[in-house]
């Protein structure tokens, strides 16, 4: 278990009520052993979620025009920046603040307070909301900052095959669970906020250059992009090379994207299969189909072991269209047939695949 606590820097002075304000409290545990040790990368991965929230958040609040390159100001990284107060190590039990040591009225908030209040509803928006994208927007109506806060709760959050649990909290006196069952709902949310100037793309990083031009190409379900990065992300960049990874960038045309910071490229365990093409339609899924992807010889190896898929392409993009049709052919093997035809164990398959798929009109196959 890891338990870290975030403390603000402040004076004595000042009550209980003001230092729940500024804290901010972070729990990682494994599930299997609540005493076993976490990966150090995994908790740098959640610290910098939560930082990059908060720079994001503070920002807007200080009134800052969103930029979609380039850094965040010096006021926003000194005032919002993290500090460590206490940590528990084992599993992660951590207590930390930010360096804000701006003084204001007793019944007034800090910039600071302001920030992590904000960060603690879109949280709690992720965690309960049903449009997470509208809520958010209308917390931070500039739709590319909503986005990008969007895109950091979605870094921040476990899934249901992660590991370990996560609480969170925001200037709260107890921290709360993030429910995994909401990453599939944050994702699509990712969806509905179209930002012209940036864009996701999932795939495997095949080729890098570190000549002047620094670039490295990304194979995906949409084809390949080429991505530009700056010097400074070298070295994150050549230690994904080979992995399945997310990124997210400014659009420079059709296949072009420019990276602007590390936080912009992020390896990821699994593919997430959003959504299925049956009798002709594109069907969102309720929860995604995660797909392990492998590279040997020159292929892609795609599988799921819950809904027995496998194929083999030599590109992502013709691999996902054929996990497509497996699982258009588990649809009408399954689902189209009439279940009091099927043994005990089929019903118990066919049942876990319509449960992937929201019950609208006639994509429900035989009743």
Same mark, same amino acid.
């Given at each position: 278990?890891?338990?870290?606590?975030?403390?603000?820097?402040?004076?004595? $002075?000042?009550?209980?009520?003001?230092?729940?304000?500024?804290?901010?409290?972070?729990?990682?545990?494994?599930?299997?052993?609540?005493?076993?040790?976490?990966? #150090?990368?995994?908790?740098?991965?959640?610290?910098?979620?939560?930082?990059?929230?908060?720079?994001?958040?503070?920002?807007?609040?200080?009134?800052?025009?969103?930029?979609?390159?380039?850094?965040?100001? %010096?006021?926003?990284?000194?005032?919002?920046?993290?500090?460590?107060?206490?940590?528990?190590?084992?599993?992660?039990?951590?207590?930390?603040?930010?360096?804000?040591?701006?003084?204001?009225?007793?019944?007034?908030?800090?910039?600071?307070?302001?920030?992590?209040?904000?960060?603690?509803?879109?949280?709690?928006? #992720? @965690?309960?909301?049903?449009?997470? +994208?509208?809520?958010?927007?209308?917390?931070? *109506?500039?739709?590319?900052?909503?986005?990008?806060?969007?895109?950091?709760?979605?870094?921040?959050?476990?899934?249901? @095959?992660?590991?370990?649990?996560?609480?969170?909290?925001?200037?709260?006196?107890?921290?709360?669970?993030?429910?995994?069952?909401?990453?599939?709902?944050?994702?699509?949310?990712?969806?509905?906020?179209? $930002? *012209?100037?940036?864009?996701?793309?999932?795939?495997?990083?095949?080729?890098?250059?570190?000549?002047?031009?620094?670039?490295?190409?990304?194979?995906?379900?949409?084809?390949?992009?080429?991505?530009?990065?700056? *010097?400074?992300?070298?070295?994150?960049?050549?230690?994904?090379?080979? %992995?399945?990874?997310?990124?997210?960038?400014?659009?420079?045309?059709?296949?072009?994207?420019?990276?602007?910071?590390?936080? #912009?490229?992020?390896?990821?365990?699994?593919?997430?299969?959003? @959504?299925?093409?049956?009798?002709?339609?594109?069907?969102?899924?309720?929860? *995604?189909?995660?797909?392990?992807? @492998?590279?040997?010889?020159?292929?892609?190896?795609?599988? %799921?072991?819950?809904?027995?898929?496998?194929?083999?392409?030599?590109?992502?993009?013709?691999?996902?269209?054929?996990?497509?049709?497996?699982?258009?052919?588990?649809? %009408?093997?399954?689902?189209?047939?009439?279940?009091?035809?099927?043994?005990?164990?089929?019903? $118990?398959?066919? #049942?876990?695949?319509?449960?992937?798929?929201?019950?609208?009109?006639?994509?429900?196959?035989? +009743?």
């Amino acid at each position: 278990m890891i338990e870290i606590r975030f403390s603000p820097l402040i004076d004595e $002075e000042n009550t209980m009520l003001s230092k729940n304000k500024k804290k901010i409290d972070i729990i990682i545990k494994s599930e299997k052993d609540p005493n076993a040790p976490i990966p #150090a990368l995994i908790v740098a991965e959640k610290f910098e979620s939560i930082q990059n929230l908060l720079f994001v958040i503070g920002d807007f609040i200080e009134g800052n025009k969103y930029r979609t390159g380039g850094d965040f100001p %010096n006021s926003v990284k000194e005032r919002y920046t993290l500090v460590v107060r206490n940590l528990k190590m084992g599993s992660i039990d951590a207590n930390l603040g930010i360096a804000d040591t701006q003084q204001v009225l007793p019944e007034f908030d800090t910039l600071g307070e302001q920030a992590i209040t904000l960060t603690n509803e879109v949280v709690h928006i #992720a @965690q309960n909301d049903v449009d997470i +994208a509208g809520s958010i927007s209308e917390k931070i *109506p500039e739709e590319p900052r909503a986005y990008r806060v969007i895109w950091e709760l979605n870094h921040l959050w476990p899934d249901v @095959q992660t590991p370990y649990s996560v609480q969170i909290g925001l200037g709260q006196i107890k921290p709360f669970h993030l429910d995994p069952l909401r990453k599939p709902v944050i994702q699509r949310a990712l969806h509905k906020i179209p $930002e *012209p100037t940036e864009k996701t793309i999932v795939g495997r990083l095949v080729q890098l250059r570190v000549d002047k031009k620094r670039e490295c190409k990304i194979d995906t379900p949409e084809g390949e992009f080429t991505c530009k990065y700056r *010097p400074e992300m070298e070295k994150t960049v050549i230690t994904n090379v080979g %992995n399945l990874v997310s990124v997210i960038g400014r659009l420079k045309d059709n296949r072009s994207i420019e990276l602007t910071s590390d936080s #912009a490229i992020e390896k990821i365990p699994h593919f997430p299969l959003m @959504q299925v093409t049956i009798k002709g339609r594109q069907i969102p899924l309720s929860q *995604p189909i995660f797909l392990e992807i @492998q590279y040997e010889d020159d292929e892609y190896i795609v599988s %799921n072991d819950v809904f027995h898929l496998l194929v083999t392409s030599q590109s992502l993009k013709d691999a996902l269209k054929s996990i497509d049709e497996e699982f258009a052919e588990l649809w %009408n093997e399954y689902v189209e047939f009439d279940p009091k035809t099927l043994t005990k164990d089929a019903v $118990e398959f066919r #049942a876990k695949i319509i449960s992937l798929l929201d019950k609208e009109g006639d994509i429900i196959g035989y +009743a």
